[in-house]
C-alpha cells in the first residue's frame, strides 16, 4: 500500500456527484469502472492506491493470469483502466459521511463527505470500500518497533531482512505466502503459529512444506524487545504456558484484518465487530449507502470484493433512476 498524498486530481467542490466511492482497492475501482460505464458523475476519495493487493507479493488465485500476478501490478492495472474512464482520483481520508436533504430529489439522497484535509464533498450516492487494514499483535514493544523490525508487508520491508532472522507470525494463506516471498529472497525465516495446524489452502501448504522452512506452532508472542530496533521477541507456548525468548532481527505480523469504519459507526449502519453488513444489493441501512469489499466482512477474496464493487455500482445506478423517475413524474 503505498500513499499518493500529493497527486490529488482538482475537481469542482462545488459539484454534487452521482457516486462517490470511498477507497481504492479491488472493490472501490471496480465499482467506479462500472459507474462511469454507465455514465455516472463519479468519483473516488482514498488515502493509498491498491489497498491490501498493493502489499501481496503474488497473487495466484486471481483469474485469468494462471502464472499469478504481483499485487502492485494488479493494483496498477486497475489504477490505468479508472484513470482512462477518467475518474477523478482525490488522495485524502475521510473523517465522516452525514446525510443531508436535497431540494430536487426526495428523502436523504445527498451525502457531505469530509475529510481529513477539511474538505467537504456532496454526492447523491456513495460507496464504502475502505477494506480492512492488518490486525496487530497487541503485545508490548510491537508499536514502538513498527517501522525498526515490525512490519505487516513482507514486500515493503523483506529486502531490508536480507541474511537477518525474522519470524511470520499467522497460520493463513498470507502467512504462508509472505513467508515463502521471505525465503526467496534470502530472510532467514521461522514461522510462529498459534494453532496447531494451519488455515490456508492446501496447495500453498505443500509448498511451505517442501521449502522447509522452520516452524513453531501452538505458540504466541507475548512481547517484542530491543533497544532502537527489534532485537528479541518473547514466545509462549498456548498449551504449556511456557515461555522463552529468541533472538531476531524483524518480526512480520499476518493474522488478518479490521475493519476501518470509525467514520461511519455514528450512523449504526456497522456490526459489533466494526464491519457493515449488506443486503445482496449491497445496500447498507441508510439508504443511498453502499458497501463492499472486506469491509462487509465476507470472504475475504480478490475476485469477491471486484464482485461486491460492480453490485454496488448497479445499484447506487439503479437508486438514481428510480430517484429521477420520481422527479420527471412530478
Not at 530472510?187 to 512444506?209: C, E, G, P, S, W
Not at 445496500?283 to 469491509?295: E, H, N, P, Q, S
Amino acid at each position: 500500500m503505498f500513499s499518493l498524498g500529493g497527486l490529488s486530481q482538482r475537481v469542482d467542490e462545488t459539484k454534487t456527484w452521482d457516486v462517490l466511492i470511498i477507497g481504492a482497492g479491488p472493490a472501490g475501482f471496480t465499482a467506479a469502472i462500472y459507474a462511469a460505464r454507465y455514465g455516472l458523475e463519479t468519483i473516488i476519495i482514498s488515502k493509498d492506491i491498491g489497498g491490501n493487493i498493493a502489499l501481496t507479493d503474488l497473487i495466484e488465485n486471481y483469474p485469468g493470469f494462471p502464472e499469478g500476478i504481483k499485487g502492485a501490478e494488479l493494483a496498477n492495472r486497475m489504477h490505468e483502466q479508472v484513470k482512462k474512464l477518467g475518474v477523478p482520483i482525490i488522495f485524502d481520508e475521510v473523517e465522516r459521511i452525514e446525510p443531508a436533504e436535497c431540494a430536487y430529489y426526495e428523502g436523504p439522497c445527498k451525502f457531505h463527505v469530509k475529510t481529513k484535509n477539511g474538505k467537504i464533498y456532496k454526492a447523491r450516492t456513495v460507496i464504502i470500500a475502505v477494506g480492512a487494514e492488518p490486525r496487530k499483535l497487541r503485545v508490548p514493544g510491537e508499536d514502538k518497533f513498527y517501522g525498526r523490525g515490525v512490519s505487516y508487508c513482507a514486500t515493503c520491508d523483506g529486502p531490508l531482512f536480507k541474511g537477518k532472522d525474522v519470524i511470520v507470525v499467522g497460520g493463513g494463506n498470507t502467512a504462508l505466502q509472505e513467508a515463502l516471498y521471505l525465503k526467496e529472497i534470502g530472510v532467514n525465516v521461522t514461522l510462529i503459529h498459534r494453532r496447531d495446524r494451519f488455515r490456508a489452502d492446501k496447495i500453498l501448504q505443500d509448498r511451505f512444506k517442501k521449502a522447509g522452512i522452520p516452524t513453531i506452532l501452538n505458540t504466541v508472542v507475548v512481547e517484542i524487545k530491543g533497544d532502537q530496533k527489534v532485537e528479541s521477541v518473547v514466545l509462549q507456548n498456548v498449551k504449556t504456558g511456557e515461555k522463552f525468548e529468541k533472538k531476531v532481527d524483524g518480526v512480520f505480523v499476518f493474522i488478518g484484518y479490521e475493519p476501518k469504519t470509525d467514520f461511519v459507526k455514528h450512523l449504526g449502519i456497522t456490526d459489533e465487530h466494526g464491519y457493515i453488513p449488506v443486503d445482496m444489493h449491497m445496500r447498507t441501512k441508510v439508504k443511498g449507502l453502499f458497501a463492499a469489499g472486506d469491509i462487509t466482512n465476507v470472504f475475504k477474496q480478490i475476485t469477491v470484493a471486484v464482485g461486491q464493487g460492480a453490485i454496488a455500482a448497479n445499484s447506487a445506478k439503479e437508486l438514481l433512476e428510480e430517484w429521477r423517475a420520481q422527479v420527471n413524474e412530478e
